[in-house]
Every structure is written in structure tokens, then in C-alpha cells.
């Protein structure tokens, strides 16, 4: 009997039994290699827009949306009827690189939404049906049209799982592309941060390519991401990004942009490259293009297409029904402006996360764009490196002695949790109690019809809205002691940092993969699905589809909330354990 029918049929007990069953043989047959599996033990069944049903019956909110694949939510009508009007229409459903309709429609509308500088000089190669792919045939595509073969790219780079592609990506252990310093603020490689920080990362760049006893000849291309993914959701700065069109433009480099994540209104913009006017000379495309489906593509400049017959091949690169759905989705997205929405709402969000971060200290950092977000978690007891005092452009970074005191129970209006937890509206923001998830409330054990509180949320944990213009302050157990236990937390109470915490205020702190990973098991606990990223897996990273609702954003910030809430105020209990003296965990109980 298949899943779905006994889930739909079967009772909780034999719908829980089944869920059980199936992760036991996946785990029993399936690769030591599987990933996503291993954080998220779910068994999807039934999915639409952001909500995921399992075997055994919960929802779930998806904000990993197939690592970004997924640009209108599972299951969009637009890209279902697509689908069954190819189904039923009779065409052939892989045809090679032969020439159809479906593939001319799909094309035609691709054109129409790349950057004006390359859509009227675009050439465009369909390859196997992964990015790490697209991204291969790029770096033959240079290398044919330049002469060269070396590659230039950034640290902190993913570029796809091949040879060639992991070469180009930051964990790559045999090294024949030269890695250049991609320029970030909280972490940044100089020490500096913000335009500064940027200024001699370019500067390094160019001193690389121009000093002729760098060991770096003249390279065949250079590859970047507009906002680094994996790496730890890092948007490249809009000047930056000017800089590298020039640098390699003036030295005839093409410049090789990957928009596999990036791409179709993710970050803001249709394409992530739009923000800064630049104009690649070649874009590597996959995930959302397809709709949903395998597809992937290198469209470059006419003149650097000089590659032989045969050069880059690949068996399903014709499949039709990803090329209608993904003509589905690029019309959708650009006839109803969901890159500009998906800009505004990321926008939003990102301001309600500031506000989480300067409550907890183990939020090092937020950052993103549009639809792209990550929460960096930090141990706000280790050590910063010494010397990382930043200029960001006259911002200061909340540090952990501005916090909100842990474990008071008290409101930054003076009032207790308990006196303001019911009905006044999630930790942040959260009004009316549950999103709505396709039309159906949620899962009993989920939280269903408690207002303000994200699902699975214990007493006390729900947020206080105390000004109108929704600054959510920390109520009760929630702004618990930060890590008491596990000394993860800093409570200095009111007033500001002196001293060391003023200096340490200004210094980024220890990546927290523990405590990362123990707030993607909370966020699972309540519903939530998120992925983890960055150097060291402590990034919780947010991709929800570009279709998300307000109430659903606020839905997912709220269990997001609730979940370091919770690891915060009990690290142990939620397996992050306390450090020895030695600085080496020890075991708890």
C-alpha cells in the first residue's frame, strides 16, 4: 500500500509507525553520504506553497525550499497545470538537444528576464540537470574562448559536488584555482569590515593579477556568487562587485556569475547581479529555472562561443517538463513582481531579526538579501580575535553587554512574561495565532489556536509586543539566562559594556555549531524547517518560497524565536554541551 494511502487511512499510531519504518530502511540502504536526512528525520507525503505534511501527520513550515529550488512553494498551480498540459499534449519528454516548442517558450521567456547587457548578445547552453554542471561547462567555455585554463574564486565559495566545481569551492583540498579574499563584515579577513574591508579585498585581487611574481598567471575566468549560500549567506557589496566587472574586464577576464541560488527574484531583484548594474559575461543557472524540476544552464556572450560540437554534452538536457514548469515560473515571477515583494518582505524580516539579535547574545550576526537570510549563532563567552574593531559605516554592532538581562522574566517595559504571554501578539510579531498553511489549520500538536506563540511554545516563552511599531522585547523564560549552564550566554543587566565587553562588543565571536545545530532540532520540534550553512555550520539559513505570506513570515520568525529562545535558556537539555576549562566539551549528566 503506498504511503500516502495509509497515512490518509490508517490511524496516528500506524501513520507514526509507517513514518518510523521508512526512515529505518532509508537509513539501513541509503548512502553514508545522505545529508539533509540526517537533520531533518521527516518523511514528507503531501506538500503545497511553504507547508510540508509527514507520514505521521505533522506540518511543517519550509523555509529550505529544496536549498532554493523552489521559487513558488511546492506544488504552485502555475507550474502543476504546466506540467499535466505537456503530459497531455503527447510531446516527448526528453529529446536530447533537439529543438521544441516547449523548449523555444522556455528560452524565449529565460531571454526575457536576463540583465539588458547580455539578453541581446545571450547564447544559451542546457546541460545535465545540476548546477555543479552548468557550472563545469562554464569553465570549459572560458577556457576554449580565452586560451587560458587557470580559474580564479572567492573563499567561502560553493560552486557544486564535481571536480571541476569543488576545485572552485572554498573546501577544495587539492587547489589549482587561485582563492581570493570575498569580502564580508562580521568576519572579514582584514579585520575591518564594511567598505574599507571591501576596498582591500579588491585591492588584493588586483595586486594578485597584475604582480607578475604572484604565481598566478593570467586566468582563463573568474567565478563568484552575487550572495554567497553555503558559505554563510553573505551579500557581496554592490561596489565590490563593480570593482571585479572592471578588474576583470580592463585584463579580459570573462567574469562567470552564479545565480544558481541567487537567481529568479531570490534576493530582490530578478537576478542577484541587477542590484549592483553589473553585466556578467557569463551566468551558470539551476534550481528555481527549473520550477521545481532538474534543469540547469550556461548562458554567456555570443563571442565567446567558440566551443566545438560536442564540447559539453549531457543526456537529459532536454527534459520537456522541466522547461514548462520552468516557463511557468519565470513568467510568474516576473508578471507578478515577486522579486520587488520578495526584496520588501526580506527587508522586514531581517529588521525583526535584528531585534532578536540584539536580545540574545549568541546571535552574532544577521544578514541577507531579499528572500536569502542567515543567523549566525556565536559563543558570546569565547574569544574574539584580538584587533577586529570594524568600520560599518557608523553602525554600531549590539554586543553582548547591551543585551537584554537573562533570566529576569521582565519586559524592557517592566511588566513579566507571564502578565503579557497571552494574546498580545508572538515574540515578534505574530498576530491571530496560526499561519495559515494552504488553507488548513495546523496540526493540534503544533500549537494550533494558542495566539502569539510559536507551536510547541512553553509557558512564558511568548514575546511582548510593548510599542506599536512592533519592537519585540523579551518575555518571561524566553529571555532566559543565555547558556548559564554552558556559559553561552552574557547578561550584563541594563547598562552599557565597559571594559573588555566594550572592546569585545566590536569582535566577532566563535562560531556555535552545536548550538546551531540544537536550534535547527528546536525549529523541527515546532514546525519549522531550516537549513544550516556557513564556515562552520552555524548559520541558520531561511529560503522560503517567494510566495510566502506576511502571516507566514511571521509565523516562521516566531518559531525561529521560540527555538533559540529555548536552546538559550537550556543548552544542555538540548544537547550543546558546556565547555571544560581546557576549552574542550565535556559531557553532561
Known amino acids: 500500500m503506498a504511503v500516502t494511502e495509509s497515512v490518509t487511512g490508517g490511524t496516528l499510531g500506524g501513520a507514526r509507525a509507517a513514518h518510523e519504518g521508512i526512515l529505518r530502511r532509508q537509513s539501513a540502504r ?37 536549498a532554493g529550488t523552489l521559487a513558488l512553494g511546492h506544488n504552485h498551480p502555475v507550474v502543476l497545470e504546466a506540467i499535466r498540459k505537456v503530459l497531455d499534449s503527447g510531446a516527448p519528454l526528453s529529446v536530447l538537444d533537439l ?85 564580508q563584515d562580521y568576519r572579514c579577513p582584514f579585520g575591518v569590515g564594511g567598505p574599507r574591508g571591501a576596498e582591500l579585498a579588491a585591492r588584493w585581487t588586483e595586486s594578485v593579477l597584475d604582480d607578475p611574481k604572484s604565481g598566478v598567471p593570467l ?69 528555481a529555472i527549473g520550477g521545481s524540476l532538474p534543469l540547469a544552464v550556461v548562458v554567456y556572450r555570443d563571442d565567446l562561443d567558440v566551443w566545438e560540437p560536442g564540447a559539453h554534452a549531457g543526456t537529459f538536457r532536454g527534459n520537456q517538463l522541466a522547461m514548462a514548469a520552468g516557463t511557468a515560473t519565470l513568467a510568474h515571477v516576473r508578471e507578478n513582481a515577486l522579486a520587488e515583494r520578495a526584496g520588501l518582505l526580506g527587508s522586514r524580516m531581517l529588521s525583526q531579526l535584528r531585534t532578536l539579535q540584539a536580545e540574545f547574545a549568541c ?21 574574539g580575535r584580538t584587533g577586529e574593531a570594524r568600520d560599518t559605516g557608523g553602525a554600531t554592532r549590539a554586543g553582548a553587554g547591551d543585551r537584554e538581562a537573562c533570566g529576569t522574566g521582565r519586559t524592557a517595559g517592566g511588566r513579566t512574561g507571564a502578565e ?31 495566539p502569539g506563540r510559536a507551536a510547541g511554545a512553553g509557558d512564558g516563552a511568548a514575546g511582548v509586543m510593548d510599542r506599536a511599531d512592533g519592537v519585540v522585547s523579551a518575555g518571561g523564560d524566553a529571555a532566559g539566562a543565555l547558556g548559564r549552564a554552558a556559559g553561552l550566554g552574557r547578561g550584563a ?25 540544537a536550534v535547527q532540532r528546536a525549529c523541527l520540534e515546532r514546525g519549522l ?61
Open 493 to 517: 543587566v541594563g547598562g552599557a559594556a565597559t571594559g573588555r565587553d566594550a572592546d569585545a562588543r566590536r569582535e566577532p565571536r566563535p562560531a556555535a555549531p552545536e548550538f546551531a545545530a
Open 219 to 287: 586566468p582563463a575566468g573568474m567565478i563568484l556568487e552575487p550572495v554567497q549560500g553555503e558559505g554563510g549567506v553573505i551579500p557581496a557589496p554592490d561596489d565590490w562587485l563593480r570593482r571585479m566587472r572592471r578588474v576583470t574586464a580592463d585584463r579580459s577576464i570573462p567574469l562567470i556569475a552564479d545565480e544558481i541560488q541567487t537567481g529568479v527574484g531570490r534576493t530582490g531583484a530578478f537576478w542577484a547581479v541587477e542590484h549592483s548594474g553589473v553585466t556578467p559575461d557569463v551566468m551558470v543557472l539551476s534550481k
Open 363 to 383: 546571535i552574532g550576526d544577521v544578514r541577507g538579501r531579499g528572500l536569502m537570510i542567515g543567523v549566525e549563532l556565536v559563543d558570546p563567552e569565547g574569544e
Open 529 to 589: 524547517i531550516v537549513e544550516l550553512g556557513g564556515r562552520h555550520a552555524g548559520v541558520v539559513r531561511l529560503l522560503p518560497p517567494l510566495t510566502i505570506s506576511d502571516e507566514q513570515a511571521a509565523a516562521v520568525l516566531d518559531r525561529l524565536a521560540d527555538a533559540v529562545a529555548a536552546v538559550a535558556r537550556d543548552p544542555a537539555g538540548h544537547g550543546v554541551l558546556p565547555p571544560r576549562p581546557d576549552g574542550r566539551k565535556k559531557p553532561t549528566g
Open 99 to 183: 529543438a521544441t516548442p516547449v523548449k523555444d517558450a522556455f528560452i524565449t521567456e529565460l531571454f526575457r528576464t536576463l540583465p539588458p547587457g547580455l539578453a541581446d548578445r545571450a547564447r544559451v547552453q542546457f546541460c545535465g540537470p545540476a548546477g555543479t554542471d552548468a557550472v563545469e561547462a562554464a569553465f570549459k567555455l572560458v577556457r576554449a574562448a580565452t586560451g587560458r585554463t587557470g580559474m580564479l574564486a572567492f573563499t567561502g565559495a560553493y560552486h557544486g559536488m564535481t571536480t571541476g566545481a569543488l576545485a572552485a569551492s572554498g573546501g577544495a583540498d587539492d587547489v589549482r584555482v587561485a582563492r581570493l579574499p570575498y569580502p
Open 420 to 450: 503579557d504571554a497571552g494574546g498580545r501578539g508572538g515574540r515578534l510579531g505574530v498576530q491571530g495565532g496560526a499561519a495559515d498553511m494552504g488553507g488548513r489549520d495546523h496540526d493540534p500538536g503544533w500549537g494550533r489556536g494558542v
Open 30 to 66: 541509503e548512502s553514508r553520504a545522505r545529508t539533509y536526512a540526517r537533520a531533518l528525520p521527516i518523511v514528507p507525503v503531501r506538500a503545497r506553497g511553504l507547508t510540508i505534511e509527514g507520514a505521521d501527520g505533522r506540518r511543517y513550515l519550509d523555509c529550505l525550499s529544496g
